[in-house]
Nanobody, 115 residues
């Protein structure tokens, strides 16, 4: 059974940067399309970015040009580099597959951007 663990969140001022990391036990992330998602309490979870098995990357319009998703196959992680952060990026960030039925969700990592 796969267990996803997100890390790297924190409090940052608007315009700042954070790097999130997604680790998985029980699965090899490089063999799956992996996405980052975010959720604000009371709202639906939204897809933010994804990286396919061929390495191609995909972004929601709201983060395009500011966020970069990448793989570290040696560490079995998928990272999300977030720059030029805005208060509206504040959310709990999760990782999961994006091209098949979801695995069990992890706890997520909180990102808070102050204005």
């Amino acid at each position: 059974q796969v267990q996803l663990v997100e890390s790297g969140g924190g409090l940052v001022q608007a315009g700042g940067s954070l790097r999130l990391s997604c680790a998985a036990s029980g699965r090899t992330l490089s063999m799956n399309g992996i996405g980052w998602y975010r959720q604000v309490p009371g709202k639906q979870r939204e897809w933010v970015a994804g990286i396919s098995t061929d390495g191609s990357t995909h972004y929601a319009d709201s983060v395009k040009g500011r966020f970069t998703i990448s793989r570290d196959n040696a560490k079995n992680t998928v990272d999300l580099q977030m720059s030029s952060l805005r208060p509206e990026d504040t959310a709990i960030y999760y990782c999961n597959v994006f091209d098949r039925a979801y695995w069990d969700w992890g706890q997520g990592t909180q990102v808070t951007v102050s204005s």
